[in-house]
T-cell receptor, first 115, second 116 residues
Framework: GAVVSQHPSRVICKSGTSVKIECRSL??????MFWYRQFPKQSLMLMATSNEGSKATYEQGVEKDKFLINHASLTLSTLTVTSAHPEDSSFYIC???????????FGPGTRLLVL | AQKITQTQPGMFVQEKEAVTLDCTYDTSDQSYGLFWYKQPSSGEMIFLIYQGSYDEQNATEGRYSLNFQKARKSANLVISASQLGDSAMYFCAMREALYGNNRLAFGKGNQVVVIP
């Protein structure tokens, strides 16, 4: 149990395009999902907390208009990188928390390369 | 201020031996949770073990155990009988009740390489 999927696993796009990443909890409902960004050989940096049915809460320094988050159902959250630029190239990973439980379960991550 | 500290350099461990990964944390909260995750080269984050601040016994999950020393604010991970598949980055993380929504703060990670 507690499986989280992420799609796509890898994406290469041209500068200026938008990229949507999906995060799904496959066998449980998640009222809260989290989006992280990780640069090579560094730790995870929390970008935003995604709450089902309400607006996401963004961490300081993260542009909400640049990284659009939608949590439309209890099993799906999406992150859209708008007008992507090469500096947005990174590893994006989501996690989901089973309601009333402690542990966050992570998706397999998405490697984004913007040319 | 950094909440989770993992300062060990990369470690080489002989297969079948035990390895201890250090983690210290900083919090003024009485209620918090500590986690360890494993990240192999594929990138996925694999949950290993959880310790609640009010848990009196050290958490164990198979070959993983957490040496929780509350007064010293340390939560070291012990991996017994290392296997080649244990080669990965290991991250310590903390959830504070003050955060709300169970946000986690991660340490910088420990690199472990298991050698045959």
């Amino acid at each position: 149990g507690a499986v989280v999927s992420q799609h796509p696993s890898r994406v290469i796009c041209k500068s200026g395009t938008s990229v949507k990443i999906e995060c799904r909890s496959l066998d449980f409902q998640a009222t809260t999902m989290f989006w992280y960004r990780q640069f090579p050989k560094q730790s995870l940096m929390l970008m935003a907390t995604s709450n089902e049915g309400s607006k996401a809460t963004y961490e300081q320094g993260v542009e909400k208009d640049k990284f659009l988050i939608n949590h439309a159902s209890l099993t799906l959250s999406t992150l859209t990188v708008t007008s992507a630029h090469p500096e947005d190239s990174s590893f994006y990973i989501c996690s989901a928390r089973i309601t009333a439980k402690e542990t966050q379960y992570f998706g397999p991550g998405t490697r984004l390369l913007v040319l | 201020a950094q909440k989770i500290t993992q300062t060990q350099p990369g470690m080489f461990v002989q297969e079948k031996e035990a390895v201890t990964l250090d983690c210290t944390y900083d919090t003024s909260d009485q209620s918090y949770g500590l986690f360890w995750y494993k990240q192999p080269s594929s990138g996925e984050m694999i949950f290993l073990i959880y310790q609640g601040s009010y848990d009196e016994q050290n958490a164990t999950e198979g070959r993983y155990s957490l040496n929780f020393q509350k007064a010293r604010k340390s939560a070291n991970l012990v991996i017994s009988a290392s296997q080649l598949g244990d080669s990965a980055m290991y991250f310590c993380a903390m959830r504070e009740a003050l955060y709300g929504n169970n946000r986690l703060a991660f340490g910088k990670g420990n690199q472990v390489v298991v050698i045959p």
